[in-house]
């Protein structure tokens, strides 16, 4: 396993010090943020990007993420080209030492919240999702905490109407012709692409939502079998499908060599579908994160790991989910399974 930290780039106010003084750090997660979705990355930025992690002490191996730009998720005929672009981004991407891109094919939105500093009984605060509050939006006129409202309205508009009448298998068909596009180039360019789960995993706002559960990774697998093409195995967000026995697919996956991230955190129901998210321990939420860890080493799991969301912690404010302290405490105790359990396995 390499520990590994998301981290924002130069004007993340989390600096890449703080992250090498994390015992166990290996490397960070990033990607070039000044390039609009759909556009090649130059050179420079990638460039530049992967100096500062060397500089640092920090390997960069893992981009999250090359977005994937509408048009394709929709099958418009403009896809081609951004298609291309996206391959191109993939060579240059290899050319610096990546080795694993994460990405979604999530439709118009990536990951949904109702509130961000939902208060806990010991100060702290995390985010949290209930979904009677998703159902009271107009997604027309959304104005959603944490949305980052890259559209205008009208914008917003035009595309949730390029999505009526989507169906899953559609959207899915849209997928296979991109991953049929992308895994070539990734073989050369030494890159494997991992697909991040949809978060909550339903649908939502009448979209589509294509990775949800086991079912639907059996039919991403048997689509493009090709080992490139592998998931970020993401706790949080599977963990919120009650349905989702994430042990299981965690031993499945790792053993079949298909998770090529893990971002792992913990997240405490309230009733069938509303959540909260808390910190890293088994103990604090309801998913069995020494389970996890435990089915992913038995399955021999070697690949990248970021703890994922943490809270607001000792006064902090950090970005939703992305704080200094609370993320550093999760990579200390996911260490510390992760180093028991590895060891436990070779004194078997
Ligand atoms: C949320 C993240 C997601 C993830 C994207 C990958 O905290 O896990 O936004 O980066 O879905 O494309």
């Known amino acids: 396993m390499k520990m590994t930290f998301r981290w924002y780039g130069p004007k993340d106010s989390i600096t890449l010090r703080d992250i090498r003084q994390i015992p166990g750090m290996t490397g960070v997660v990033t990607a070039v943020y000044d390039t609009p979705v759909g556009t090649v990355w130059s050179r420079e930025s990638i460039a530049a990007l992967s100096a500062q ?10 981009i999250e ?68 509050e998703i159902l009271a939006l107009d997604p027309k006129h959304l104005s959603l905490p944490g949305w ?29 012709y991109f991953l049929e596009r992308v895994i070539p180039v990734c073989k050369e360019a030494g890159i494997s692409m991992a697909i991040h789960p949809d978060d909550p995993p339903w649908d939502v706002f009448g979209l589509p939502r294509i990775i949800s559960c086991a079912e639907d ?22 963990g919120a499908g009650r349905e989702n026995d994430l042990v299981k697919m965690a031993y499945d996956y790792a053993k079949r060599g298909k998770i090529h991230f893990a971002h792992i955190r913990n997240i405490e129901y309230a009733n069938d579908l509303d959540f909260r998210e808390t910190g890293h321990l088994t103990a604090g939420g309801s998913l069995d994160i020494y389970g996890i860890v435990k089915a992913l080493v038995e399955g021999g799991f070697t690949e990248y790991v970021r703890p994922d969301h943490g809270r607001n912690i000792w006064g902090e404010d950090g970005k939703p989910g992305y704080g200094l302290f609370d993320r550093a405490l999760g990579a200390c105790y996911l260490n510390g399974l992760f180093e028991a359990i590895e060891k436990g396995e070779k004194n078997k």
């Open 53 to 62: 992690c060397k500089e640092a002490g920090l390997e960069m191996e893992v």
């Open 65 to 132: 993420s090359v977005p994937v730009h509408e048009d394709i998720k929709l099958g418009r005929p403009t896809r081609d080209g951004l298609i291309e672009n996206y391959c191109e981004t993939v060579r240059r991407l290899g050319e610096v030492g990546v080795k694993c891109i994460c990405y979604n094919f999530m439709p118009v939105f990536d990951w949904l919240r109702t509130n961000l500093h939902t208060e806990a009984a010991d100060g702290s605060n995390s985010l949290s999702y209930r979904h009677e």
């Open 148 to 176: 980052d409202e890259s559209y205008t309205p009208d914008e917003l508009q035009d595309l949730l109407a390029a999505y009526e009448g989507m169906t899953h298998e559609t959207l899915f068909g849209n997928l296979v």
């Open 217 to 238: 990774y059996e039919r991403l697998f048997a689509a493009v079998p090709d080992n490139e093409n592998g998931i970020t195995f993401c706790t949080g967000s599977l």
